[in-house]
């Protein structure tokens, strides 16, 4: 009961100080997140209300099942997008379809989570490697931006991505809508100042520094409530400044939307990228910041958390939601104790919904366009593919591709080039190993390479390592490996395959064993193995192998040697041992 | 030059006696392949020409590119299975759209292979794993004999799965035509007894034993010239058995077929697939053979080789080809030296094309189903299923679903659930590598498992082995992994990872390293890396990580405890060694 219901461990020991610490945290996270919620609604092509429904009911599920204790889920930017990119495919944004197609999205991606967490496969999350997320986060943030320029320049500027967007803008720039533009550049330029400059002078002012810092982070609903004020005062919505107009009072009602079977399997590839997405970035968030605090987080749990918070947005008329970064460093900043903080923040948004909408009417939607642009400013990250590319051309070839597609075909094209290009990249560098054949450190017990250390080797003995597990990407290449490394060795008479890196031996490099072992034996050369795992040990000895093998299993390289070659390996070992390699300074020979 | 026409090679040492062993095999080879031919065509739904034609010009071509010196190309089953399969997907047998497809599918395969082959990309063949092409080849001649079952009961039995067919077999019981069945049941007995059973007989009546075993190749050829005689003698076939009929008389003319995009969009995959396949069987058989007599053959010249030979086949109206098991054994066991005995088979192929297709005309079908069937009977290995499962669940899983899938859902859904499923359980067990805390085997400098060996440890120092390639689908695990080894370890000072199996540290894995680094340089404790290989070790050098690393890079696991622990290491090596985990008997213990 306890694995999955984290609040019977935490609730027990809740105290009043918890209760005073997560009530804060709460009360500063609702302030930021009503504006944020309406903003990602937009975002995602659907109504204002979506947003806020989407940080009720999910908050109080994850609230009971999740196992961090200060990440906040809610409505988030990246998922907004993908989001509005996958219901568009179908439906026009505002029409009823739109909105049965994210609830479907919310539903489906869901459930999918729960399945994942209750069948433990959280590693599945493992194959989005950072490189392509980074990259993907990058570039649907450039696409976020981009998508809220209508917003900010008041003008009917359309597209998914740079390809249509670029034309649409320089098409538009005769229509932008100039006190629109004011607007939104006084509102930008506020919250971009009020993201350093705020606090220090709240804090000149009176304010304590936590206080200030904490006061600053409502930067967000000042905008919000000066910018509705100007636009109600001088009357601007009449000079075609656009508003956020009429949303329901009240609580969402809970229904199970009349989804079609269609709908649902048109939106089964993009939910599965949404809950993979969403999990990665929430999971993320939420280990880095159990970790400040020492505490843990359980991934496959966190799955069951997020999927059920995600039904929870599908039947209460919300959106896909997940762990957002930035609104959780606010909570933990805050001093949110215990999830109890987000079922707070819950309440008070439901508050908000029950007495506030009518104040929102006249809230321009290019102060939530301001809003979503200073959110996604701090998600990109355009050093990173330098970065990556200069450490690994093949992580940087991912995430160039992942950030290329997005930005010129689509989210999820970007997203499952970026992946697919990281597996095929990864079997294409395992197909051809690096081997070494090797020979004794003087001095040593060591074997290393012999085009990089000076090594002493025996004329009769060739001793090669495989410097990757035996699979059947590189099984043929092991044998034609083997076959270049022995021929036209005279005198030879072993080969000695050094296993310290090989990890598995499946049933083709088995094969591949098999005609190596042969091969050898007509031409009179013992093949023999050393440091063989235990577990490859365990497998072998499940086949014919180990007892067809012409030579014997050692359990070090230096025994190999010191039977095959006798006598050579113990003149090596008394020779006086060279220390020059050990630096760390020349990498290139400190280790091979 | 020479690069891409080994003919110019093998061609200038041409002799006399190699002439004479060429001729031999290529008569073998034509007396089989004039059967084999008109029955594969049949199996894949084209009239029987058409395999005679794909045993002329790309056996040409072959012999001009090709590196092996004995394979023998032409229509096989597997492909002529997978060739019916697709092209049955856009149009009935008899169509002439029906045949187009089929020339699509050798286009198509033909021009993968030879872009492949130029750009040396043959390691992608890799990934059709030895379980999973030794299932679809076992299924697939499952699905052969099946599909013959109408030619050989004389009964309209139909159907592309054993789903479709069984059920079809037994609503067809009562229209078995029985002059066929007897037909059938008096070909397939022989065929099946002249296997083993002719060249002793042959032998005895006075041949050589070489001579015996040649002539008793012609079996097929006697089956069809006595079941031929048979059928025309007692008029069979206005008593109901199909037969042959007409062939066009003459060599085929060349054309590029005026194939439409939709035609060459549809059949793009199941081309890939056919060309992977073809080309995997084909390179085995030429790597077999070429290791009996010490040749070599270029696994990317074979992928040009066998490129042009499909576009061969393409433009002369034939159907899809690669190199025939059977017959390249025959063709090596007959005494083919060089490529040259395939242009001659080639010559007796036109030959007859010439002067003996009036005489097929009443060959009975069923003649040419029992050829199939004892071709494919040598394909079956059912002993494979339970052998590769004993060996490893994940291999024995992805044949079974391999043959599984293949026999109840298609050919083409066969092979891509295999190699999906090989690729995603590889991923799946590198994604929780095995780990091991390593101490010192008394004795030695060596290190291994403190779970498997008595070995001596440093209670301030905790060494790691991770026996896998840190990359991004275990970069999650290896932080979980050294928090879960580094916590609760009260005086622990000093943490090592040892490398040995290290092959690779991708970004994703940097960024946990660093994260690990980073976690216990805050508790204080140190992190080394040991034997880290050449190439990793220059990655590595080229991020900050060397930099920002608490602790020292060794050269040897035994150089970092010698440090770490000054003097326990030395009084450790002093120690008598135990040579009792060495013995192979004992896998567990003899390594870990």
């Not at 969402?252 to 939106?267: E, I, K, N, W």
Request: with cysteine.
């Amino acid at each position: 009961m306890k694995r999955f219901l984290p609040i019977l461990d935490w609730g027990r020991d809740y105290s009043r100080a918890t209760l005073g610490n997560d009530l804060v945290a709460a009360l500063v996270v609702t302030i930021m997140l009503i504006p944020q919620g309406m903003a990602y609604a937009m975002l995602a092509g659907l109504p204002p209300q979506a947003g806020l429904y989407g940080a009720m009911l999910p908050l109080l599920i994850y609230a009971l099942f999740g196992t961090s204790r200060t990440l906040a889920v809610g409505p988030v930017a990246v998922v907004a997008l993908m989001t509005a990119a996958a219901a568009g495919q179908i439906a026009a944004v505002g029409d009823a379809e739109f909105h049965l197609a994210a609830l479907a999205l919310a539903a489906l991606s869901g459930g999918m989570l729960l399945v994942l967490g209750l069948l433990r496969l959280g590693f599945l999350a493992n194959f989005l490697s950072h490189p392509v997320i980074s990259g993907f986060i990058t570039a649907a943030g450039i696409l976020i931006a981009g998508s809220q320029l209508r917003h900010l320049l008041g003008a009917p500027i359309e597209g998914k991505t740079l390809v249509e967007l670029i034309p649409s803008l320089i098409a538009n720039l005769g229509n932008v809508h100039m006190v629109t533009l004011i607007l939104s550049a006084l509102v930008l330029g506020f919250l971009f100042w009020s993201r350093k400059g705020l606090a220090p002078v709240l804090h000149r002012l009176g304010l304590s520094a936590r206080a200030a810092g904490l006061v600053a982070k409502g930067a967000l609903f000042a905008a919000v409530a000066v910018s509705t004020v100007v636009v109600w005062g001088l009357g601007l919505d009449a000079a075609g400044v656009r508003t956020v107009g009429d949303i329901p009072r009240g609580l969402p009602g809970l229904s199970v939307p009349a989804f079609d079977l269609d709908l649902l399997t048109l939106m089964l590839v993009p939910a599965a990228m949404i809950a993979i997405v969403g999990y990665v970035e929430s999971v993320s968030i939420a280990q880095t910041l159990a970790a400040k605090r020492r505490e843990k987080i359980d991934p496959d749990r966190e799955l069951v958390a997020l999927g059920a918070a995600n039904l929870g947005a599908a039947i209460s008329n919300a959106m896909p939601v997940t762990g957002g970064l930035s609104r959780s460093i606010v909570n933990f900043d805050a001093g949110a104790r215990t999830p109890a903080a987000g079922a707070f923040t819950a309440a008070g948004i439901a508050l908000a919904l029950v007495f506030l909408t009518p104040l929102f009417f006249y809230l321009p939607r290019a102060t939530l366009a301001a809003i979503i642009i200073v959110a996604v400013a701090s998600l990109l990250d355009f050093r990173a593919l330098p970065r990556t590319w200069a450490y690994s051309r093949a992580d940087g070839a991912a995430m160039g591709a992942t950030i290329a597609v997005t930005l010129t075909i689509g989210v999820e094209q970007g997203l499952l080039a970026g992946v697919l290009l990281s597996l095929l990249l990864h079997l294409w560098r395992t197909s051809r190993p690096h081997v070494a054949v090797v020979g004794q450190v003087p001095g040593t017990e060591h074997f290393r390479n012999v085009k990089r250390h000076e090594v002493v080797t025996a004329p009769e003995v060739v001793s090669i390592r495989i410097d990757e597990s035996l699979y059947f990407p590189n099984a043929r290449f092991l044998e034609d490996c083997v076959n270049d490394q022995a021929a036209d060795l005279p005198g030879l008479r072993h080969v000695v395959l050094m296993f310290t890196a090989v990890n598995e031996v499946d049933a083709s490099a088995l094969e591949s064993l098999e005609a190596i072992n042969a091969r050898l034996k007509e031409a009179g050369v013992k093949l023999h193995l050393s440091e063989v795992k235990g577990p490859v040990m365990d497998r072998l000895s499940r086949s014919d192998f180990l007892d067809d093998l012409t030579g014997e299993v050692f359990l070090t390289q230096f025994d190999a040697l010191d039977r095959l070659a006798p006598g050579l390996t113990r003149d090596t070992l008394a020779q006086p041992r060279r220390e020059t390699s050990r630096s760390r300074l020349a990498p290139a020979s400190a280790a091979e």
